[in-house]
């Protein structure tokens, strides 16, 4: 039943010897199974063949109608083990002769060989006893010969897991996309866009692209430079631990050139090409989340209120670049965005907070979880009010408010069941009301955005 | 081209002298009391180099600086330096920063995260035993307090180590800014090199 060890792959053999390990659990007679009878067989015989005298005592069980679990998963990391140590020899590169006049080339190979192949590796033991003021203290265990061959395999897995911080240039779009955030850039830029589509100016595409451009480029330089100043604590975070800076695919003075290699051209374009107000917005954008918003992270709870205004700057910077100016459409607009950042972050934070404590971030879910609850609830009416004065400012008509009710509603029922219940459920569905929430509501806004000429009843246009 | 072992004690050596004068040498550009506290834990970390320096040895022909998997305490990748043989004496100091920079980091992540585990275990272990409720469950395992009652926790630790935190940080972006500096430094450099030769051989 077994094929011959050189026809399949040691990968499907390692599955097969996985399965068979979980059915022998459960299924006493594995060897009226054919293939899992067949993977005990060639397991055992490659093992054997390898190491006789070790395993003899296990041929007994051969023929015993239990196949135990513990046999199974003791076959199992042989058979991995010495194939890992096969593929080693293969990969390692031959040593080369030493260059070195000072020093003799056997002896060199020698030592070389002996200090990277074959150390074992000692595991920590778990138990630390420690000193107050000094380091942990790790206590080697005694290894076994079955322990020693598993931590060569372990220590030959860790030595794959070294990679080479030599930067390719096919990979180097990929890392920068990383880098910027790219999918936050672009809901940042939709909602750009979505401020210059409902400011009361005629849509002029040039203008357009300017800003969508110029706010993108913008967005990229301040995440980059955020992931840049962050590396140690994204490191400790689940969520942010594959970033390109902590995974070492980018050097630190690249991310930087790169931040400004964007921030420039991007203010410059927002100052020139649209207007110098968009284009000191934008700049006051960067330096709120680079300078002030992530050095607050770590110092007080006052972070999310400031990060509620950088995620609300964007659409006002749309609307400014449509009309000039800064009017009450634009500010109704950047208050929508501010207090829909509340539900969305508070929820969001309310699962990490094991994360944030460890990592020293001061977050109102850890420290002032109560206000944290409240502020959601708090800001998602705040919603609802604003929708309702939309059309007062002459944003939008009066089916808006009309229309968003539902949503509205159902975003403050939510929020008023995180702020009730306080737990992940609740606030896991919070969080995914946020994400559908927004976007529906600027479609919402865009289709029911009062047309020029016709007459409303709120503040004059200015 | 030296062999790796020499060259991986010569990393763990090289910044016991140099990391004073380093040290001091931060602390003199940038003063804080933060700085202040580092020499005392460089004492202490030049015991823990040894045994943080990595087993891993690049192939010989690699002209580049290796990064290995996340630190089992400390979750920071450590960085394998590449020591060129015409390595300059700013390059020398950027590398001997980087890494004293690296062990630091290591040294507080990994106390900071075995700390926080420490006491998040005797935290769920007394709360279990003032509840009456035995450390493992029916099924054998391991009982666990709910996220509410945790969140207590959370809170007493981020607000007991605010101070530790402020230094860690100061220290950070002190020494991210410096690296970064002397990085572009190197860069300049090197490219002033490439481009020196050529002028003379114009010029000539």
Redesign the interface.
């Known amino acids: 039943m077994a094929a011959s060890p050189h026809t399949l792959s040691s990968r499907l053999l390692t599955e097969m010897a996985t399965r068979s390990s979980i059915l022998a659990w459960r299924i006493p007679w594995m060897e009226k199974l054919g293939w899992g009878g067949g993977c005990i067989w060639y397991l055992e015989r490659r093992v054997t063949r390898e190491s006789p005298r070790r395993f003899l005592h296990l041929l007994r069980n051969v023929n015993q109608q239990w196949v135990t679990f513990q046999h199974f998963n003791f076959l199992r990391h042989m058979y991995v083990t010495q194939l890992n140590r096969s593929l080693k020899q293969q990969i390692k ?1 031959k ?2 002769p ?3 006049p000072f ?1 003799e080339k056997t002896s ?1 190979d020698e ?2 060989a002996e ?2 192949e074959m ?1 074992p ?1 000692v595991p ?1 033991s778990l138990s ?1 006893s ?1 000193k107050p ?4 203290l ?1 206590e080697p265990e005694p290894t076994s010969v079955i322990e020693g061959s598993i931590d060569l395999g372990k ?1 030959t897995k ?2 794959k ?6 930067l390719r240039v096919d990979d180097l779009p990929g890392i920068l996309a990383r880098l910027s955030k790219i999918k936050l850039t672009a809901l940042v830029v939709s909602t750009t866009s979505a401020g210059f589509a409902l400011a009361p100016a005629p849509f002029d595409w040039s203008c357009f692209l300017l800003t969508f451009v110029g706010t993108g480029l913008a967005s990229c330089a301040a995440n980059s430079i955020n992931q ?2 962050e ?2 604590f994204d ?2 975070m689940n969520r942010t ?1 594959n970033r390109p800076l ?3 695919q980018i ?3 690249l991310a ?1 050139s790169f931040a400004t290699c964007c921030a420039v051209p991007g203010v410059a374009l927002l100052t020139w090409g649209v207007n110098p107000l968009t284009g000191a917005l934008g700049l006051f954008n960067i330096f709120l989340y680079t300078c002030c918003y992530t ?1 607050l992270k ?2 007080s709870i006052a972070n999310t209120w400031v990060g509620a205004v950088v995620g609300a700057i964007p659409p006002v910077m749309g609307w400014t670049a449509a009309t000039g100016s800064l009017d009450a459409g634009a500010c109704l607009l950047g208050g929508i965005l501010y207090s829909w950042q509340f539900p969305h972050f508070n929820a969001l934070s309310w699962g990490l ?2 994360d ?3 990592g ?1 971030y ?1 977050m109102m879910s ?2 002032h ?1 109560a206000l944290c609850r409240r502020v959601a609830l708090r800001h998602c009416l705040a919603l609802l009010a604003m929708c309702v004065a939309a059309p007062a400012l002459d944003v939008t008509t009066w089916t808006f408010p009309v229309i968003a009710l539902p949503i509205n509603l159902y975003i403050s029922y939510l929020g008023f069941r995180f702020y009730r219940d ?3 459920k609740s606030s896991r569905k919070l969080f995914f009301c946020s994400l559908w929430h927004l976007p529906l509501l600027l479609l919402l806004m865009l289709t029911c955005k009062r047309r020029a000429g016709e007459e409303g009843t709120g503040a004059p246009q200015s | 081209t030296l062999p790796c072992d020499a060259r991986v004690r010569r990393a763990a050596m090289a910044p016991r002298r140099p990391a004073k004068r380093l040290v001091t040498a931060l602390c003199r550009a940038f003063s804080g009391r933060g700085c202040q506290l580092a020499p005392k834990r460089g004492a202490e970390r030049r015991d823990a180099a040894p045994s943080r320096v990595s087993r891993f040895c690049p192939p010989r022909k690699s002209r580049h600086d290796w990064i290995g998997p996340p630190d089992k305490y400390s979750n920071l990748r450590p960085i394998h330096f590449y020591i060129p043989e015409n390595e300059s004496p700013l390059e020398q100091k950027l590398r001997e920063l980087r890494q004293e920079t690296q062990e630091w980091n290591q040294q507080f992540w990994a106390d900071q995260n075995l700390t926080f585990h420490k006491e998040k275990e005797e935290f769920v272990r007394s709360r279990l035993k003032a509840k009456g409720l035995d450390l493992r469950t029916a099924s054998g395992q391991k009982a666990t307090l709910n996220a509410e009652e945790m969140a207590e926790f959370y809170k007493e630790f981020l607000s007991k180590n605010f101070q530790k935190h402020m230094y860690y940080n100061r220290d950070w972006y002190k020494r991210n800014f410096a690296i970064t500096f002397f990085m572009g430094k190197v860069a300049l450099e090197r490219i002033w090199n490439k481009l020196r030769p050529k002028q003379k051989k114009t010029s000539s």
Do not use: H
């Open positions: 590169p040593p080369e030493a260059e070195s020093l060199l030592a070389k200090i990277c150390r590796l920590p630390l420690r003021s000094e380091k942990a790790i220590e860790e030595e897991q070294w990679k080479e911080m030599k840049f100043f590396v140690p490191s400790n631990k902590v995974r070492g050097s630190p003075l930087v050095p770590r110092v907070r094991e944030y404590s460890r020293g001061c850890v420290t979880p306080a737990d992940r």
